[in-house]
C-alpha cells in the first residue's frame, strides 16, 4: 500500500486483512508504519537500514491506541536520528536493557564496598549497614546516573527531621564517595552533587561518665539485656581507653605475655588503628582479668576475643557497642543510683572513651601520655619523623593508675575521689 499521510480517523477505519499483514507507511514521518494482523490488532514499528549492514530492520514501538500516532512518530523521530549516528536502534535498546541491572544504585555501591571499602576503609561494615538500612531501600533500584542533587538533600533532610543529624552527615558523606569512586571509575563524568554542605548540625561530645554512672555501669553492663560478652567489651574500652571499633575486632593474636603483669599488652595493628600506625597498649591488671573473662567465652576456632553470635570467623563491630549501650539505657531502672542522669543523655561507647582520657588528666596524667594512650597523631615535624618512641613505660603508668582509680570508685572507697598522681606545683608568693 501506498504511503498515506496517517491520522486518527483512518487508523480506526482501516480494515483487518483476512490473511498476512496489512501495512501503511506514514508519508508524515520517514520509516514510521502501522502494522495490522488479521484479528485486528494495531502496532507501530519504524523500518530502517542497518548503519553498518545496509539491511532493511525493524524496530517495534508500540500498539495503537495504547501508543497514540503522535507519541509513535515522536519515538520514529529519535530513531531516525540514532540510526542517523551510526547506532543500529534495535541494538542499542537490546544492549541498554541488558545493562539496567549494572546501571543501579545498588548495583553501583556493591561495586564500591567490593573494590574500596573493603579493601581501604576500616568503617566498611559502618558503609554498608548504612546503605542497607537508609539508602538502598530508597535508591536499590534507581539509575545511579540519575540521581540529582535534589535526591541527596532529600535523603538527608530525612534522617535530620527524624533527629539524626549525625546519622545524616554520615550517610552524605557515604554517598559522596560513591560518587566519587564512580566518577574515578568512569562511570560517571561528574559527581551531581560537588560541594554540597553537610545537612545536619554536630555538636562536639561533652559526655563523660561520674562516679554514679561509672559504678552503675561496670556492675550491670555484663548482665541483660546485653551479653556478657558484649559488656566486658565495654568494659575493655573503658579501661585501655580505645575506639570502639578497636576493641570490637581485637583478635587473639593481638594479645601478648597475659600471664605477666609487668609485660602484658594489646598490639593494634595499622591496618586497624585510625591513623594507620600500629598502637601498643599495655595492659592493667584488671584489663588482663577483663580480658580472661572474655576468654571464656570463646570457643574452639574463634578468632577474635569477641566473636559475632552471627557471622562466623568475624567479629562483632563497633554497631554492637552502640546498640548495646541504647538497649541498656532504655531497660535501665530510674530507681538505680546514677540512673537518672544516664537516661537523661545516654552514653554512647565512644564516652566511654572520653570517660578514660577525663580521668586520665584529673590523675595528673600529662597531655603526652595521655595522646600516648589515646593514639592520637602528633602533628609537629620532629614528633612525626624522628621521635619514634612509643611510650610504652609511661602508657603502662597511665593505665594502670585508671584501673586503679576505676577500682576505688567501682568499690566506692573514699567516695571515688580522684587524687592526682603529679602534686601541682605551689604558688610562688
Known amino acids: ?102 546501571k543501579t544504585f545498588k548495583a553501583l555501591a556493591d561495586r564500591y564496598m567490593e573494590e574500596h571499602a573493603r579493601r581501604f576503609k576500616r568503617s566498611a561494615d559502618e558503609d554498608e549497614r548504612n546503605l542497607k538500612l537508609h539508602v538502598n531501600p530508597r535508591w536499590g533500584k534507581r539509575r545511579f546516573d540519575e540521581i540529582r542533587k535534589a535526591d541527596v538533600i532529600e535523603l538527608a533532610e530525612g534522617l535530620v527531621k527524624a533527629g539524626k543529624p549525625v546519622l545524616a552527615n554520615r550517610v552524605q558523606s557515604l554517598v559522596s564517595k560513591i560518587f566519587s569512586f564512580a566518577e574515578d571509575a568512569g562511570l560517571v563524568e561528574v559527581k551531581p552533587f560537588a ?50 571499633g578497636e576493641v570490637a575486632g581485637l583478635s587473639l593474636s593481638e594479645l601478648q605475655n597475659l600471664e605477666d603483669p609487668s609485660k602484658a599488652m594489646w598490639v593494634l595493628p595499622k591496618e586497624r588503628s585510625k591513623n594507620g600506625r600500629a598502637h601498643l597498649v599495655p595492659l592493667s591488671p584488671l584489663a588482663v582479668d577483663t580480658i580472661k573473662e572474655a576468654l571464656k567465652l570463646v570457643e574452639k576456632g574463634d578468632q577474635f576475643l569477641f566473636p559475632s553470635p552471627s557471622k562466623e570467623r568475624d567479629a562483632i563491630t563497633s554497631h554492637a557497642l552502640s546498640v548495646a549501650m541504647a538497649r541498656f539505657a532504655k531497660e535501665l531502672d530510674k530507681a538505680l543510683p546514677g540512673a537518672k542522669t544516664w537516661k537523661a543523655e545516654a552514653p554512647t561507647p565512644h564516652d566511654l572513651r572520653r570517660t578514660a582520657a577525663t580521668r586520665l588528666s584529673e590523675l595528673g596524667i600529662s597531655k603526652e601520655d595521655r595522646d600516648a594512650v589515646m593514639n592520637h597523631t602528633r602533628s609537629d615535624v620532629g ?35 580522684v587524687v592526682p598522681l603529679v602534686r601541682p606545683a605551689r604558688k610562688k608568693k
Request: with cysteine; hydrophobic share 35%; proline share 4%.
Open 1 to 102: 500500500m501506498a504511503p498515506r499521510a496517517l491520522t486518527d480517523v483512518l487508523l480506526k477505519s482501516l480494515k483487518a486483512p483476512a490473511t498476512g499483514r496489512l501495512e501503511v507507511a506514514d508519508a508524515r514521518c520517514a520509516g514510521l508504519v502501522l502494522r495490522m494482523t488479521p484479528a485486528g490488532i494495531r502496532s507501530f514499528s519504524f523500518r530502517f537500514r542497518d548503519p553498518k549492514s545496509g539491511k532493511v530492520s525493524r524496530a517495534t514501538l508500540g500498539t495503537y491506541p495504547d501508543l497514540s500516532l503522535a507519541d509513535a512518530r515522536d519515538k520514529a523521530n529519535e530513531y531516525r536520528s540514532t540510526v542517523a549516528r551510526g547506532t543500529n536502534p534495535v541494538e542499542a535498546k537490546r544492549r541498554a536493557k541488558n545493562e539496567a541491572g549494572t
Open 195 to 244: 560541594r554540597l554542605k553537610r545537612r545536619g548540625t554536630e555538636s562536639v561530645g561533652t559526655r563523660v561518665l561520674d562516679n554514679d554512672e561509672l559504678r552503675l555501669f561496670w556492675e550491670r553492663i555484663v548482665q541483660k539485656p546485653v551479653t556478657r560478652r558484649v559488656g566486658l567489651a565495654l568494659r575493655l574500652e573503658l579501661l585501655t581507653a580505645t575506639r570502639p
Open 383 to 417: 614528633s612525626k619523623h624522628y621521635d619514634l618512641y612509643d611510650r610504652a613505660k609511661e602508657k603502662r603508668i597511665a593505665l594502670n593508675a585508671l584501673a586503679a582509680h576505676l577500682i576505688t570508685v567501682i568499690e566506692n572507697k573514699g567516695g571515688g575521689e
